[in-house]
C-alpha cells in the first residue's frame, strides 16, 4: 500500500501535462482530496484520501518523518530516528546523544547523497548533524538557537541546495541560515513590528526555502503563517484575521504545493480542522479533521502522487 519507487517513476513517466507553477501559490481547485503521512502526538502512519488508515507505525509522539522515494518510511521521535521498509522492518536507526541534562532530537531530513539530516537540541551540543547509514555522524554543524531551554531551540531545520542549512530557533524569533562550518550567514527575524512584535510569540517552527529566495514559515504560538523575501522583509502573511473560526492553532510542520499552494498543520487543535490548505488568496481549499500532528507530508492529490523534491 505504500508509495514505492516504482509506482513514483511509472506516475512521473507517464504525465502528459506540465505543471504551470509558481514559487507559491495557485487557483482554488472546486474539488482537492489528500493522502498524508502524519508524525503526530496520538498516531504516526499514513491516512489515505478517503480517511483511512493505511499505515500505522503503533507509536505517536513523532516530531517529523517523510515517506521517501523508495517508499521507505523515515521518522524522527526526541529519542530515535528510524527508518521502516516497505515490510515494517527496521532498517536504520540513530538514537540520541548520552549527555548531562535533556538531550531531544527534533528534525530529520534524507539528503541526496544517502545520508541522514538530524537536529540534536541540547544545552551541551545544539546542532545539526549529517549521519551515514551506519549511523556514524560525519559532520556536526553547531546551531544558535540562544536559548537552554533544549525543547524551544530549533524546530524543521533543512539542507539547502547551496549546501547551507536553514534552521528555525523559536526563542530567539530567529530562521537562521548556516554554513557547514556553523557560520550564521543571513537571519530571518519573526517578531517584526508588521506581524505583532514579539509580545505575540511568533516563534518560527517551519521555515521552508523557495526557488526565488523567499521564505515561508509556520509561526506556532503567533497563529499565523508567513512569507519573507531574501532580505528578511516580510511579503505575505496570513492568521486567523483572514477566515472564519480558528483554523491557526498552534500551525507547525508546513509543506508548499509544486502549485504553490501552502498546507499548514494546526498541533494546538485539539477537534474541528488539523491540517488545512490555502491558496494566495488566503481561502482555504482543503482541510483535514482526524489525528493532531505535529508534522506531515501530503503523498497524493486526487489519486496522483506528489513527486520529489519535496517543499517541507
Known sequence: MLLNKKFYTVFLLSLSFIFVSADVFAKKSKEIKHSIFIAGPRFTGIIGEDGEVIWDSKRGGARDGYVLENGNILICWSDKVVEY???????????????EGKVELSAVQRLENGNTLIVESSVESPRIMEVDKSGKVLLSVPLQPETENVHMQTRMARKLKNGNYLAPHL???????????????????????????????????????????????????????????ADGKLVWSMSNNDVEGTPFRDPCGGQVLKNGNIVICSYGAKDGVKIFEVNKNKEIVWKYEGYRAHDFQILTTNGKPIKYPLMK
Open 85 to 99: 521498509n516497505e515490510k515494517k522492518e527496521i532498517i536504520f536507526t540513530f538514537l540520541r546523544p548520552k549527555r
Open 171 to 229: 526563542f530567539a524569533f530567529a530562521i537562521k541560515e548556516y554554513t557547514p562550518q556553523g557560520k550564521v550567514v543571513k537571519t530571518i527575524k519573526t517578531d517584526l513590528k508588521e506581524l505583532g512584535g514579539s509580545k505575540v510569540h511568533n516563534w518560527p517552527f517551519t521555515a521552508i526555502r523557495l526557488k526565488n529566495g523567499n521564505t515561508v514559515a509556520n509561526l506556532t504560538n503567533g497563529n499565523k503563517t508567513a512569507i519573507f523575501d
